[in-house]
């Protein structure tokens, strides 16, 4: 019986990794903005959209800048009170022209 759950455990993450995806940000977005690469990335003000709406095996890249979150509904109107939620898969570090998560530069970028 363990064998089996082990199994089947695996195979659902096989497949998670199989079909995740990378959603591109950086600051001011580029193209046609739906995050599906560098050069249509979505822009600064989605990221939390992004992050949200990543699913396990996905991974969020995120270039350069400086990301300021909007205010979550219900949590208050202050500063204080905005925040991003950070998940699993979230990256930084990259310049915007990076295929592979090895080529970031979380020194410069």
């Given at each position: 019986?363990?064998?089996?759950?082990?199994?089947?455990?695996?195979?659902?993450?096989?497949?998670?990794?199989?079909?995740?995806?990378?959603?591109?940000?950086?600051?001011?977005?580029?193209?046609?903005?739906?995050?599906?690469?560098?050069?249509?990335?979505?822009?600064?003000?989605?990221?939390?959209?992004?992050?949200?709406?990543?699913?396990?095996?996905?991974?969020?890249?995120?270039?350069?800048?400086?990301?300021?979150?909007?205010?979550?509904?219900?949590?208050?109107?202050?500063?204080?009170?905005?925040?991003?939620a950070i998940s699993n898969?979230?990256?930084?570090?990259?310049?915007?022209?990076?295929?592979?998560?090895?080529?970031?530069?979380?020194?410069?970028?």
């Amino acid at each position: 019986m363990k064998l089996i759950k082990n199994t089947f455990l695996s195979i659902i993450l096989l497949i998670n990794l199989l079909y995740s995806t990378i959603v591109y940000v950086t600051e001011s977005g580029n193209g046609t903005m739906n995050g599906t690469s560098w050069e249509n990335a979505l822009p600064g003000d989605s990221l939390q959209t992004a992050i949200s709406n990543s699913q396990l095996g996905d991974e969020v890249w995120v270039a350069k800048g400086t990301y300021k979150p909007n205010s979550w509904p219900n949590v208050g109107s202050g500063d204080r009170q905005k925040h991003f939620a950070i998940s699993n898969g979230l990256y930084g570090g990259f310049n915007g022209t990076e295929t592979g998560i090895s080529q970031r530069n979380i020194k410069n970028n």
